[in-house]
């Protein structure tokens, strides 16, 4: 957008000129990182005052720099110095409102080259001035033509749509899950955490001793909660299972042991926890400055999976993403290439997959494929690519090749974007939660809401 600014000779008493800006969240953590100010009172997570609800008031200067705004950008514009200004509060705003900041000329000092003009700003929603004053500025003496786009963009790093999905899971009956061998504090806190928030009720399997020991570094009590003492992690595991099949247990989830040895029991033919389909992993990941959460899927548990091993993949994923409250889930399935090469059996897979959904053999979602990584989210390559697909530069499911690309996919989403990853395994009759010793607590907790919501979404525990 190419504006221009107003010059000393050309302002005159009466000018006027305004902008509009929508306060959020992410408006007041840059604002709290960039100034230093990181009063609670001010961040959408924070209780400032005690009251039990967080304020997220936008900062008086952040007003400020509304008013600031019109004068630098529109009048007089770019070359606008300021002299001096003066403010005075009346009210507040908070994040989620829209405000009008105005500036109007009201003398011109030829001698000294400033302009005076008077300042204000209000509230839309019901047009109370909350913010009045006076700006004495140096006006521009030269004409400017520039693109007001040329700045580069930011990107918050706050996980918003795991906090929505957390929302969602704390009113919900806390899930009676058994936590297998979580002798490490970082295992045992996220169950502990997710205890605190409601979403899950821990029985805790493993070495009790040990458990204990991790509690006692993370200063925790385990008072109130079941714990079965079972130094095998084998037998743990076993054990856990024969929980969910008694009744007793709604999910699993991974402690300090791995995955195939808390996968082996769940997935015995008689006395395990199958349910019809392939067990299929799902990555449900919130990468900032996505506007929805990206679901990636199977990079933990299938390693080369055949056409028919996909199928499974994809309609586990389609029924987590209805679960999660995503509707219509729009599918893509990944290749190297957006076009059929009968030398890419990837490519082919996708193309069968895409026509399977086409005839009902895959329900719930669109899917469409081969689709590279570049079109599958993101609408500009797609349009260059002539791609008119819905799914395309919109898909909220990624189906990866195999698990070397889909971990590949993950972990640079996670360590290069600063993505959180909740970790679920399908197709059991309970959820599954798998979360890595690396995970940090939001990545623990928001796994666990995940089960949670999948749990809800299928009457309490149907397959998938």
């Known amino acids: 957008m190419i504006i221009e600014n107003r010059t000393f000779d050309e302002l005159q008493p009466g000018d006027s000129s305004e902008i509009r800006r929508l306060c959020t969240n992410d408006d007041l953590i840059v604002f709290a990182n960039v100034s230093g100010n990181h009063n609670p009172m001010h961040l959408h997570d924070h209780d400032g005052d005690g009251d039990g ?29 300021y002299r001096a200004q003066s403010f005075r509060f009346l009210g507040r705003a908070r994040a989620g409102e829209e405000l009008i900041s105005r500036v109007t000329v009201t003398g011109k000092n030829a001698e000294a080259g400033t302009v005076t003009l008077s300042t204000e700003v209000r509230r839309a929603r019901d047009d109370e001035v909350i913010v009045t004053g006076e ?30 999905l957390l929302k969602r899971a704390e009113p919900l009956p806390a899930l009676l899950t058994a936590v297998v061998c979580p002798d490490g504090p970082n295992s045992l806190g996220g169950a ?19 458990i204990r020991d991790a509690a006692a570094t993370l200063d925790a009590s385990l008072d109130g909660i079941e714990v079965i003492d079972l130094p095998d992690e084998r037998a743990a595991a076993a ?23 808390l996968l082996r029991p769940a997935l015995d033919k008689t006395a ?51 679960s999660l409250g995503i509707e219509a889930p729009k599918v893509g399935v990944l290749s190297a290439v957006e076009t059929v090469n009968p030398d890419i059996p990837s490519s082919i897979d996708a193309a069968l997959l895409s026509k399977m959904a086409e005839r009902g053999q895959i329900t719930g979602g669109l899917v469409d494929g081969p689709l590279a990584m570049d079109n599958a989210v993101d609408i500009t390559a ?6 008119t697909s819905p799914v395309a530069g919109h898909a909220d499911i990624l189906v990866v090749p195999g698990l070397d690309a889909g971990n590949m996919l993950a972990k640079q989403l996670t360590y290069l974007s600063h993505a ?15 979360t890595s010793r690396a995970d940090n607590d939001m990545a623990r907790l928001a796994s666990c809401a995940v089960a949670a919501l999948h749990h809800a979404g299928h009457g309490g525990g149907a397959a998938g």
């Open 382 to 387: 797609a349009r260059i690519k002539g791609l």
């Open 272 to 322: 395990g926890l199958r349910a019809g389909r392939r067990f299929t992993h799902v990555f449900v990941m919130d990468v900032p400055g996505l506007a929805h959460p990206l679901l990636v899927t199977d990079a933990a548990v299938n390693i080369a999976p055949d056409l028919k091993c996909k199928v499974d993949i994809v309609q586990n994923a389609i029924d987590l993403a209805l």
């Open 53 to 81: 609800q967080p304020e997220a008031i936008v900062p008086g200067l952040f007003i400020g720099a509304l008013v600031s705004a019109v004068l630098g950008n529109v009048l007089p514009g770019a070359g606008t110095l």
């Open 420 to 434: 959180e990853a909740a970790g679920l395994v399908l197709g059991a009759r309970v959820p599954i939660i798998l």
């Open 239 to 261: 054990h856990a299972v024969e929980l969910v099949n008694a009744g007793r247990a709604q999910a699993l989830m991974k402690g300090n042991l791995h995955t195939d040895t």
């Open 135 to 164: 700006a004495v500025v140096e006006a521009p003496r030269r004409k400017v033509h520039y693109n007001a786009r040329d700045l580069p963009g930011l990107i918050v790093q706050r996980h918003r749509h795991f906090e929505a």
């Open 192 to 210: 502990l955490l997710a205890r605190e928030h409601t979403i899950i009720e821990p029985i805790l399997l493993g070495d009790a001793a040990r």
